[in-house]
């Protein structure tokens, strides 16, 4: 039988430290207001206070969980919590519920589409939020979590071996550890390099952020062109940091430790780097001898775009509404891949259409032999069993669906959108992007946001609430497999 109370406690016992957070955020306020946040101090003194009693409950009983009820209890989190820290936002902003939610969840799962207009007029405690919940949820709500209060990892372990299963060190929490201290480095060193290219400092904390975590939210409504257009020299280390927020972290933990050859002997990281040219010198073929563009153009509004597609950041300048239909379905192709595995990005990432191209080499080998030779299907020397090709596959065929299907729910509620518009709109929330063509505005149907939040909820979490839910529909059936 599920504990329904045990997995709730878990997931409550992870508000503590963003509830306090967003107390401290509510402060950043009084120098250009005179006033605290009061919705964001209320709300985050609340939620702090369940955390801890929460976690003292826990604590006294020793709650234990198995593998299905982490399961679910890693479902929940990541949809629980944009949905608790959504009230403030509609407490504050005085915007509808559906549109608080859809915020923090674009936010959490790193995606930034947003639905707010009159960004370049926001307190600095809401734009810091946003930026924040990118930067916490793209490096992992739990990891954030457990090594701020390492006194939750008793509980949270199994969570984070879901939410990050790939270890840099010898144990899960020294791993954890790692991660941390390499995104708040990289983070830094992000924020001083945008301010000395001319950044004010709460565009230059607000951007490093979501540059790094691949999240492209933004202080202004008209993005990163803001940025662009009053400090240029900052689209330089905002390309590196996008660049640097699409590679694993055990590839930039290798490179910090100035393991270069070791770095490039991953096979995934050298599929990055290709593809990182690819997306740059690709839009100025396309584009430089059709459209009446200087190169600066087509690299800012061609190149600029699309890498920011590959890597899943969001940051765009110019319109991509009015960006060539070509060029669109290029960014869908990028944005529906992304990047590296284990790091901040979304999409079915390029592990997966390496060993996809992998696989159907060996198929059509083996098909074209007879049988008689169907070589094995390798990722960096490392064989790979047919299990993890086969699930490598359905998560592709998975998210494929899901984007396409989208795509038809909001061509039927908006039958003035062109497929191609609508299939960008719902690769950019399935893959955690950002980049929009228009769609997404407080004013569209409901329908419509739903079906992203959906999308968002599910391409973040790689498909596993879809796993759940029909893993709790056939429960009884395999409960003893799975305790």
């Not at 009820?69 to 403030?88: G, N, Q, V």
Request: with cysteine; glycine share 8%.
């Amino acid at each position: 039988m599920i504990r329904v109370t045990a997995v709730l406690s878990l997931v409550l016992t992870l508000i503590l430290p963003l509830g306090i957070l967003m107390v401290l955020i509510s402060l950043t306020d009084i120098p250009s207001t005179g006033y605290l946040n009061a919705a964001f101090a209320v709300t985050g003194s609340i939620y702090s206070i369940i955390g801890y009693l929460t976690f003292k409950r826990i604590s006294s009983r020793g709650v234990e969980i198995g593998l299905f009820e982490s399961l679910l209890a890693f479902s929940l989190t990541w949809f629980l919590i944009p949905l608790l820290f959504s009230i403030p936002l509609a407490l504050d902003l005085g915007i509808p519920l559906i549109d608080a939610i859809f915020e923090s969840i674009s936010g959490f799962t790193g995606t930034g589409l947003t639905v707010l207009v009159g960004l370049d007029t926001l307190k600095p405690s809401i734009l810091l939020w946003r930026a924040f919940m990118q930067w916490i949820g793209e490096l992992g709500i739990i990891v954030f979590a457990t090594v701020l209060m390492p006194f939750i990892w008793r509980f949270s372990h199994i969570l984070y071996s879901l939410e990050r299963p790939v270890r840099i060190l010898a144990s899960l929490r020294r791993t954890a550890t790692r991660i941390f201290q390499l995104y708040v480095v990289i983070t830094i060193f992000g924020i001083v390099a945008c301010l000395v290219t001319g950044m004010s400092i709460l565009d230059a904390v607000v951007h490093t952020m979501t540059a790094i975590a691949t999240g492209g939210m933004s202080n202004y409504d008209v993005n990163y062109q803001r940025i662009y257009e009053y400090a240029p020299l900052s689209i330089y280390p905002i390309v590196v940091l996008m660049f640097l927020g699409g590679v694993s972290f055990t590839v930039l933990s290798l490179i910090v430790s100035r393991e270069f050859k070791r770095a490039w002997l991953n096979e995934e990281f050298r599929a990055y780097v290709y593809l990182t040219l690819i997306a740059l010198i690709t839009p100025l073929i396309l584009m430089l001898p059709r459209v009446n563009w200087s190169l600066v153009d087509a690299l800012t509004h061609g190149s600029f775009n699309v890498f920011s597609g590959l890597t899943t950041t969001g940051f765009n300048i110019g319109s991509i509404s009015s960006l060539p239909v070509d060029l669109k379905i290029l960014t869908i192709v990028f944005m529906f891949i992304g990047s590296m595995s284990f790091a901040t990005v979304g999409g079915i990432k390029i592990v997966r259409l390496v060993i996809l191209i992998k696989a159907v080499k060996s198929y059509v080998i083996g098909f074209i032999s007879g049988g008689a030779y169907q070589p094995l299907v390798k990722l960096s020397g490392v064989t790979l069993e047919e299990r993890e090709v086969f699930n490598n596959l359905l998560l592709i065929i998975l998210h494929f669906i899901s984007v396409f299907t989208g795509a038809f729910i909001i061509r039927i509620v908006l039958p003035s959108i062109d497929l191609v518009d609508a299939l960008f709109e719902t690769t950019s929330a399935a893959s955690a992007v950002g980049l929009s063509t228009g769609i997404t505005t407080p004013q569209a149907p409901l329908t419509v946001k739903l079906v992203l939040i959906a999308l968002m909820y599910m391409g973040r979490l790689e498909y596993t609430p879809l796993l759940v839910l029909i893993g709790v529909l056939f429960y009884k059936k395999y409960s003893a497999i799975v305790k």
